[in-house]
């Protein structure tokens, strides 16, 4: 399998280092880390998506105009999955599958672009997406970017551990070397995406955790806008703090095993480019 890091999304808030903890200037700048995976029998398989072309071509009708200003979003086609698909030679049929770690607004835009992938999500992350009343729920999630997906696979919670996490390893047409395990509390439905290399596990915890120093050291760290946004996103704080701390242990324990990121810290995805495999 060979793994490719993407980013498919450009924000920059207002606030520079108080957000992404090394800009210099006034913006911050957060990405919007997907994977695209080249699989042997199961064609391509993306995790996550990002901003999607429509998303650039008609954002006032795809995004919310609240977060739309709130996180300074740079709408560029050359951050669509789809045009850095073309760049790599491949095009949009060439994806089958796309798992989702939720379904917010910068995760699942570009499903639009892929009509005819299946795309896999556990059914709690859909249902509460469909039944919102707040105001952030109609702002984070946009009908407009998935209410044409033909092809949703849907999970409960449960089945198999990994390390320690309740896992669903059997998403229908991929192997069990892609595993989506249950991180709730950002969302009612969040999940990471665990994906097995030939040098150990890579753990996609989606937006679980914001900042790179939330993990992989003794002092766990987070910048004041992250955790500003972390909680004024969370639908269950005892929920989300629990997984954090969970995941804090897992990159602690077992970090010769699995290489954990998450989705808007753009140093990671430097990082993880770098050692792409």
């Known amino acids: 399998m060979r793994i490719h890091h ?8 207002l606030g520079g280092a108080l957000f992404d903890g090394f800009s210099k200037g006034l913006t911050a700048q957060l990405v919007c880390h997907c994977l695209l995976l080249e699989t042997d029998q199961h064609g391509l398989v993306l995790v996550d998506t990002g901003f999607g072309t429509e998303d650039v071509r008609r954002p006032g009708e795809r995004l919310s105009p609240f977060f739309r200003a709130l996180n300074n979003i740079r709408l560029e086609p050359r951050y669509t999955a789809l045009e850095q698909l073309h760049r790599l030679g491949f095009a949009a049929e060439d994806v089958r599958h796309i798992v989702l770690t939720h379904l917010d607004f910068d995760h699942a835009g570009g499903l639009s672009d892929f009509p005819q992938a299946q795309v896999h999500v556990l059914q709690r992350e859909m249902d509460a997406a469909r039944a919102t009343r707040s105001f952030i ?27 320690g996490f309740q896992a669903v390893r059997e998403l229908r047409g991929l192997r069990p070397e892609i595993q989506l395990i249950p991180l709730t509390g950002h969302t009612h439905g969040h999940a990471g995406v665990a994906v097995q ?25 987070c910048t004041p806008g992250l ?41 990671e995805l430097a990082r993880m480019q770098r050692g792409a495999h």
Do not use: I, K
């Open 6 to 13: 993407l980013n498919c999304g450009c924000m920059c808030p």
């Open 137 to 163: 729920g109609h702002s984070r999630y946009r009908h407009r970017q998935w209410d044409e997906v033909r092809h949703w696979q849907f999970y409960e919670p449960g089945g198999d551990l990994w390390f």
């Open 197 to 221: 290399t030939d040098s150990g596990w890579l753990l996609h915890a989606g937006d679980a955790y914001f900042f790179r120093e939330e993990v992989g050291r003794n002092e766990r760290h």
């Open 227 to 267: 955790r500003f946004y972390q909680r004024m996103m969370e639908v269950d704080r005892t929920a989300r703090l629990a997984n954090q701390h969970r995941l804090w242990t897992l990159s602690l324990e077992h970090r010769d095993e699995v290489t954990l990121f998450c989705s808007h810290d753009a140093q």
